[in-house]
């Protein structure tokens, strides 16, 4: 059946008068223009479909096992030593999945453009790694990041701004299997089902654009609402640079995450610090003791009834309790016996461009230049080959 498929296949490509290799998804990028994006990291098994033709190649010898013209929706997992494939066992720890003309991979339902390589792991777990060019990436970042309903200018700004961060992220990431997570630990990333038309526009009239300062990929942090100023990234990271030391935005005013309130249990806030390595009991108040100078919080006094006194960073308590329920680290707090109240301002670090400002920018005629120039001063936009 493979055979008769291959055959066909190159009486195919020969009419066409093309090579296989030249249908292969990718090869006329260079490295540079490819991120690997890890879609899932260390699972036992995943599904794994395939719309059309492709091929199984081992990555380590560049040898091609096998091709066929589809696969239907299988298992995959780790089988002593091997990686299982529906009933297919490959002796390799690293396969990689290319598509043949339009062809496409789903892994657990969601369709990926570009290659997919499977990576065997220690104990029998797999690393799923979306090996697509650095602007389709972008096309399945955005719309998770914003809406596509916003002004063109604004989603211009934040292609340009998810670019660099990419570029910034894939640079450090070079002896890694992976360069990117899916997660919002780099960018929320939903392959080819996250992309819409406004999105896609805007990511292909910034094509290859990024930012540099000092002729340095520029670390360019985003998040969803300043509430008044952009964060100094020093006071989180380690970056120290003119672009990032924070700016007044008065832009983000009408943004639905401008104020929050959040009201939760002591004993809540409890648990979560005892599992993060924390020893207290029986909360009695949570105190600011620090601000810095945009207003977020620097540290913070934990006393318990036994007045046992805890001292912590806004940045760490933040990410302990959850950076979605505490959404920014502007708030006040307000004690309400065995609950307290945060009434905070933002949401998300407040570092580099702010989204709902760059929105509401863009909706004063704002261009994505200027928006970018106003986030990141100093930051100089040039196109990455
Ligand atoms: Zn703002």
Not at 6 to 35: H, K
Not at 77 to 87: F, H, L, S, V, Y
Not at 163 to 168: G, H, L, Q
Not at 209 to 217: D, E, P, R, T
Request: proline letters at 2%; glycine letters at 6%.
């Amino acid at each position: 059946m493979i055979k008769r498929f291959l055959i066909l296949f190159s009486i195919v490509c020969l009419c066409l008068g093309c090579s296989i290799s030249s249908q292969l998804v990718l090869d006329d990028l260079t490295p540079r223009q490819i991120v690997r994006v890890a879609v899932l990291d260390d699972v036992k098994e995943f599904s794994l479909k395939v719309k059309g033709p492709f091929s199984v190649l081992d990555f380590s010898k560049n040898l091609v096992l096998i091709e066929d013209e589809g696969l239907v929706a299988s298992i995959v997992r780790a089988k002593d030593t091997d990686i299982q494939i529906g009933n297919n066992y490959y002796d390799a720890y690293h396969l990689r999945i290319t598509p043949y003309y339009d062809a496409s991979i789903y892994v657990n339902g969601l369709r990926f453009r570009g290659r997919v390589d499977i990576v065997l792991n220690k104990d029998d777990l797999l690393t799923v790694v979306n090996v697509i060019s650095l602007e389709k990436y972008i096309k399945g970042v955005l719309y998770r990041e914003i809406s596509d309903r916003w002004p063109l200018e604004a989603i211009k700004a934040q292609a340009v701004a998810a670019r660099t961060y990419a570029v910034y992220i894939k640079e450090r990431s070079k002896d890694q299997s992976y360069d990117l997570r899916s997660d919002i630990y780099s960018q929320v990333y939903g392959g080819k089902n996250a992309e819409r038309y406004r999105t896609n526009l805007a990511v292909d009239r910034t094509k290859g654009l990024i930012l540099k300062y000092n002729g340095m990929v520029l670390p360019a942090y985003y998040h969803a609402t300043c509430a008044g100023k952009t964060e100094d990234a020093k006071l989180l990271w380690d970056h120290d640079i003119a672009p990032l030391r924070g700016v007044t935005c008065n832009f983000c005013k009408k943004s639905p995450h401008y104020f929050w309130k959040r009201n939760v249990q002591l004993k809540d806030i409890q648990d979560k610090l005892n599992e993060n390595g924390y020893d207290l009991w029986l909360i009695e108040e949570i105190q600011v003791v620090d601000r810095n100078e945009s207003g977020r919080i620097n540290i913070l006094k934990i006393v318990t009834r036994d007045n046992k006194e805890i001292i912590i960073s806004g940045k760490d308590f933040r990410q302990i309790i959850g950076p979605n329920l505490i959404k920014s680290n502007n708030y006040v707090v307000d004690m309400q016996g065995y609950y307290v109240d945060f009434l905070g301002k933002g949401w998300g670090h407040g570092v580099g461009l702010c989204q709902w400002g760059a929105n509401f920018m863009a909706r004063d005629s704002y261009r994505f230049d200027k928006i970018l120039g106003y986030y990141y001063p100093g930051a100089k936009m040039v196109e990455y080959k």
